[in-house]
Structure formats: structure tokens, C-alpha cells
């Protein structure tokens, strides 16, 4: 299996509440994602990093933010967390980017956060 | 906007064939991406097609119509563990992968 861990695997927190998630990655890959996944939408794109210290925006990025100071590990923070961030949050990794053809993710087996 | 379509939900039988279907309306095209994800677990990568045609591996074909934005996967000769959901992603003209919803498949003995 490819060595990308999430934690925590199952969080339930109240509104308001900070939360960061985990991703760490034991293959050395410089690409790293953070999707959520809910319920009749496609996986969407939080942010994502091209290396350490380098993080973008996706298609979802307001009330989240990312931290990447070393390659293996990659952190979303939910700043102040509401009831619509309830998901399955999957963190991804890529060897190549995006504009280098058959750009194949690795998930992580995902981090159910429930927001109360 | 940028679409991908596919069914929600489909059903078939052990050891039949079955064809998941997904249309796609993007800004520009630049791949076409199957996964495959178990209930509650990871996707994990199952192919990916960027030229019109046919790509096989073993029991699962996909095969891709640029001109028509249609792609398909084929699964062959199905098992109960190919009960899973399947996720068509398109990577567009600023190499953004956009992801439909899932087809969920149900195998029933």
C-alpha cells in the first residue's frame, strides 16, 4: 500500500471549534491534495501543495487553510469549523503534477469530521 | 459550466457485464480518469484515457469519445467485490481535475 496516513480517522466537534487534520505521506511525492467528499458531489478541491511551503487554492477553499513545512507531512485547519464543513475530508498525493499527462492520485483512507 | 454526468446508481448480475456511462462538458480536455471506491474507503485509480478508443486491462475496459465528451467503463464477468461506487474525473484545459458524483454499482447474486 502507499504510505499516506490521515488522523484522526472519525473527529466530532462543536461549531466554532478549531480542527486540523493530518495527512503524512512516507513516499516522497511533491504533489499533495486535500478533497472533501459529500453526499451527491463529486470529490472537490480544498487546496493543494506543489512543495513544502507551496499551497494553493481549489474550487473550495473559504473557511479552510493549509500548512505544508515538511514534504511527507501536508495539515488542513478549520479555523472556526460550522455545520456545513460536516465531510469526509481525503487527503491525495501525486508524483507528477497535474500538466504532466496521466497525473494518478493516492488517496488516504479519509477523515470523517462531523461538526455539531 | 463544467458537468460530469453519470448515473447514480446501477445494478447487475454476478457474472454479467455491465457499462457505466459518463458525459462530461468542461473548459478543454486533457484527460479522463476512472476510480473505483469501496464504501467508506479510499478511491483508488482504475484508468485513464486521453486519445479516442479502447484501453483494456484485464476484466475492466474504458473507453473514451472526444468529440461526443463521452467516456465508458466497461467491467466484465463481475464479482460481488466489484460492488463499489465509480467516479469519472475529466482534467480540464488548466489541468483541474473535475469529478462527477459516482456511480454506485450493485451486484446481486
Known amino acids: 500500500d502507499a504510505g499516506i496516513t490521515q488522523s484522526p480517522r472519525h473527529k466530532v466537534t462543536e461549531t466554532g471549534t478549531p480542527v486540523t487534520l493530518r495527512c503524512h505521506q512516507t513516499e516522497n511525492h511533491r504533489y499533495m491534495y486535500w478533497y472533501r467528499q459529500d453526499p451527491g458531489h463529486g470529490l472537490r478541491l480544498i487546496h493543494y501543495?506543489?512543495?513544502?511551503?507551496?499551497?494553493d487554492k481549489g474550487e473550495v477553499s473559504d473557511g479552510y487553510s493549509v500548512s505544508r513545512s515538511k514534504t511527507e507531512d501536508f495539515l488542513l485547519t478549520l479555523e472556526s469549523a460550522t455545520s456545513s464543513q460536516t465531510s469526509v475530508y481525503f487527503c491525495a498525493i501525486s508524483e507528477l503534477g497535474s500538466s504532466s499527462g496521466a497525473n494518478v492520485l493516492t488517496f488516504g483512507a479519509g477523515s470523517r469530521l462531523t461538526v455539531l | 459550466g463544467q458537468n460530469i454526468d453519470q448515473p447514480t446508481e446501477m445494478t447487475a448480475t454476478e457474472g454479467a457485464i455491465v457499462q457505466i456511462n459518463c458525459t462530461y462538458q468542461t473548459s478543454g480536455f486533457n484527460g479522463l480518469f476512472w476510480y473505483q471506491q469501496h464504501a467508506g474507503e479510499a478511491p483508488t485509480f482504475l484508468s485513464y484515457n486521453v486519445l479516442d478508443g479502447l484501453e483494456e486491462k484485464g476484466r475492466f475496459s474504458s473507453f473514451l469519445s472526444r468529440s461526443k465528451g463521452y467516456s465508458y467503463l466497461l467491467l466484465k464477468e463481475l464479482q460481488m467485490k466489484d460492488s463499489a461506487s465509480y467516479l469519472c474525473a475529466v482534467m480540464d484545459s488548466n489541468y483541474q481535475l473535475i469529478w462527477g458524483a459516482g456511480t454506485k454499482l450493485i451486484i446481486k447474486p
Open positions: 501543495s506543489y512543495g513544502v511551503k507551496d499551497t
